[in-house]
């Protein structure tokens, strides 16, 4: 049973910065497509950053360069460093990971690929 524990949200002033991560366990976590993504109540899903079982990253317009997504096999972690950060950045994160053999695609921002999800961690930027 896939398991996936965030943690490191929080609150920080705009132009801040947090790194979170994401405690993975029950599968071969390297082969895993795994994401990190955003949602505010009321308001539509939206993917920030996303990785393949090759290290490839994906990212949302709105985040590149300011936020980094990077794995830890060893640890069995998955992080996002976000840097520079915006009022509008304010919500809940949620970790995600993909079940092989399958894979997100060009629209993998929907996330509608990921079939294993964590419970959240709350990031407020405040101005």
């Known amino acids: 049973q896939v398991q996936l524990v965030e943690s490191g949200g929080g609150s920080v002033q705009a132009g801040g910065s947090l790194r979170l991560s994401c405690a993975a366990s029950?599968?071969?976590?390297?082969?895993?497509?795994m994401g990190w993504f955003r949602q505010a109540p009321g308001k539509e899903r939206e993917g920030v950053a996303a990785?393949?079982?090759?290290?490839?990253?994906r990212y949302a317009d709105s985040v590149k360069v300011r936020f980094a997504i990077f794995k830890d096999n060893a640890e069995n972690t998955l992080y996002l460093q976000m840097n520079s950060l915006k009022v509008e950045a304010t919500d809940m994160y949620y970790c995600?990971?993909?079940?092989?053999?399958?894979?997100?695609?060009?629209?993998?921002?929907?996330?509608?690929?990921?079939?294993?999800w964590g419970q959240g961690t709350q990031v407020t930027v405040s101005s």
């Open positions: 995600a990971a993909v079940t092989p053999p399958s894979r997100p695609g060009d629209n993998w921002y929907k996330g509608n690929e990921y079939n294993n």
């Open positions: 990785t393949d079982s090759d290290g490839r990253r």
């Open positions: 029950g599968y071969t976590y390297s082969r895993y497509y």
